[in-house]
């Protein structure tokens, strides 16, 4: 099966608040990880990637936390917009392959 | 101007017919993809090609056959289509190595009927 996986499969907000967007992997041998965003109708957007020898990477609104001791990778957005609303795919490579594994992803609802 | 560009971006056929989709990128990437995604918005690799080298090749049916005729083309044909093969399928592109950013075209939606 696949490494990558996600906790929620559906997640709703009010805009103005924060989200997490959780993500669990499997394979200790997974090194990077990204966070892709997709619209309705388009393709994935990367959002921000995390390399394994970090815990912990900003971006513009976003963060990305990872875990490695309990294999777990989060998206943080601050100050949630309706521009948000999107499905949210965790992925990973693993042990140096250029192979793409992604997680089942998350619906990101933002209520006005 | 689109990075990752791919047509068509609609495709109904009917069973048993031959379909190709065309991919293009101008970031001047060496390693070029094909994504499946499901009607669950599963996405999954199907091939990877480096420097028009096929690089990965996933248990994908033989049917399937990519054919990059240079590094900022990647192509993919479906010959005798079945009901099955009916999905999102993403053209992308990085550069060669792990832990690059791999770019998603818009995808093509095909449809069998």
């Known amino acids: 099966g696949e490494s990558v996986g996600l906790h929620l499969p559906t997640l709703s907000v009010q805009e103005g608040d924060n989200s997490i967007i959780n993500c669990a992997y499997s394979n200790s041998a997974s090194d990077y990880f990204i966070w892709y965003k997709q619209e309705s109708g388009k393709g994935p957007q990367f959002i921000i990637d995390i390399r394994s020898n970090m815990d912990k990477r900003q971006g513009q609104r976003v963060t990305v936390l990872l875990n490695k001791t309990v294999k777990h990778l989060s998206l943080q957005i601050a100050a949630t917009q309706p521009g948000d609303s999107a499905v949210y795919f965790c992925?990973?490579?693993?042990?140096?392959?250029?192979?793409?594994?992604f997680g089942k992803g998350t619906k990101l609802t933002v209520n006005p | 101007d689109t990075a990752v560009s791919q047509t068509p971006k609609y495709l109904v056929t009917q069973m048993g017919n031959d379909k190709s989709i065309k991919c293009e990128q101008n970031?001047?990437?060496?390693?070029m993809y094909w994504y499946k995604q499901d009607s669950k918005k599963f996405l999954k690799i199907m091939f990877s090609?480096?420097?028009?080298?096929?690089?990965i090749n996933e248990t994908v049916p033989n049917r399937f056959s990519p054919k990059s005729p240079d590094k900022a083309h990647l192509n993919l044909h479906i010959n005798s289509l079945e009901l099955g093969d009916s999905a999102v399928y993403f053209c992308?592109?990085?550069?060669?190595?792990?832990?690059?950013?791999?770019?998603f075209g818009e995808g093509s939606w095909l449809t069998v009927v």
């Open positions: 090609y480096n420097n028009k080298e096929l690089i």
């Open positions: 992925a990973d490579t693993q042990g140096g392959s250029e192979k793409l594994v």
């Open positions: 992308a592109s990085s550069r060669t190595g792990s832990g690059n950013t791999i770019y």
């Open positions: 970031l001047g990437h060496d390693t």
